[in-house]
């Protein structure tokens, strides 16, 4: 038996119809479009509106995608792991909900909660699975219905946020060059003061005094979490690289979480990449924290060719970080369908 590796066959992504964009925002909180797009680069995001729905809804749409373009056998899934920071409900986990939802009569699931770094771990996670040989093919998906914890009268925080969904199928292959190849990790534990919602957990549960206080909403200290995001992604993808024997003649696209335009663009001037080789969807899509990633491959996909190599890099609340290194392992252009 050759070496097996974890292999994305096929890329899929949601985002909801409605529209928020920074003309409208500007009615609701003391900002404007050129105050947003200098500091972060954000000109809209999609905000999943209708009553009922949440973080599963969207995921279930993205996975569907997947499945059909792909042609997989639903049964022949072994197992689904979404990652999400707005789960619909403190339990069941709501990769149950997406499994029950999609029909797997095979498979098991489960939440991973890694902020905005959540699909990369699910990925890592992912490709660990197959490569022990004992799973074949493995469901990611990175999903947040993020207006459901930002305060909108907060003009620090609400411009940033939208909502979405993305998810991969990976599946194992023997002796094959492409796939997953390495990735570095990492979770220095300093940020808890600096990005949180206050209440909501086992420390402090909800109550009529934390509704009162708006407690339940979204807190970031924006210039430190901009300051830890810049250096530990640059760093990571640097050493990514060097241990891999990538630079900037042969790394086909960086792929880095969707924070801030600045962030984005520090990440590039390390690897001394032009902005062409870098996926940037953050003006129309806004921080959907863990669905960032696996969107900007959707979005992206037509561009994809075999043997490309991608970087994969995010930090989120913790503070977690890391970056990937992914060879791809197909021609994006006849499997990709265009973002909504």
């Known amino acids: 038996m ?19 964009n920074n003309e409208e925002l500007s009615r609701m909180v003391e900002t404007n479009d050129e105050w947003i797009m200098t ?23 993205a996975a569907k995608m997947v499945v059909k373009k792909t042609g997989v056998d639903p049964d022949s899934i072994d197992a689904l792991i979404l990652s999400t920071s707005t789960a619909d409900y403190q339990f069941p986990s709501t990769a149950s909900i997406v499994l029950g939802k999609l029909g797997l009569k095979n498979a098991f699931a489960f939440d991973m909660w890694g902020a905005c770094c959540g699909f990369l771990y699910a990925l890592d996670n992912a490709a660990c699975l197959i490569e022990s040989g004992r799973y074949k093919r493995i469901l990611v998906i990175g999903a947040d219905k993020m207006s459901s914890m930002v305060d909108y009268t907060d003009r620090a925080t609400c411009p940033l946020f939208g909502d979405g ?32 919602m206050k209440a909501g957990g086992s420390v402090c549960p909800p109550s009529h005094f934390t509704v009162d206080h708006r407690l339940h909403y979204l807190y970031q200290e924006g210039r430190t979490v901009f300051r830890y995001a810049v250096t530990n992604m640059s760093d990571d993808c640097a050493l990514i690289a060097e241990r891999n024997g990538l630079d900037k003649s042969n790394i086909a696209w960086v792929v880095p979480h969707q924070a801030n335009m600045r962030i984005i663009e520090a990440v590039a ?53 890391g970056a990937s290194y992914l060879k791809w392992a197909y021609d994006g252009f006849a499997a990709a369908a265009p973002a909504k």
């Open 165 to 196: 969904a993305g998810a991969a199928l990976v599946e194992a292959r023997e002796d094959e060059e492409m796939g997953y190849i390495d990735s570095y990790f990492r979770t220095d534990g300093k940020g808890l003061p600096f990005l949180h």
């Open 269 to 321: 001037r390390r690897l001394e990449l032009p902005m062409e080789q870098v996926m940037v969807n953050i003006e129309h899509f806004g921080n959907t924290s863990a669905a960032t990633i696996p969107l900007a491959l959707w979005e992206y996909e037509n561009r994809l060719k075999r043997g490309d190599n991608l970087i994969l890099t995010a930090f989120g609340a913790g503070f977690v970080h």
């Open 39 to 61: 500091r972060v680069g954000i000109k809209e995001r999609r905000i999943l509106t209708e009553e009922g729905l949440g973080t599963s809804y969207m995921a279930r749409k």
């Open 2 to 20: 050759g070496k097996i590796r974890a292999v994305v066959t096929g890329v899929g992504g949601y985002v909801p119809d409605y529209v928020l």
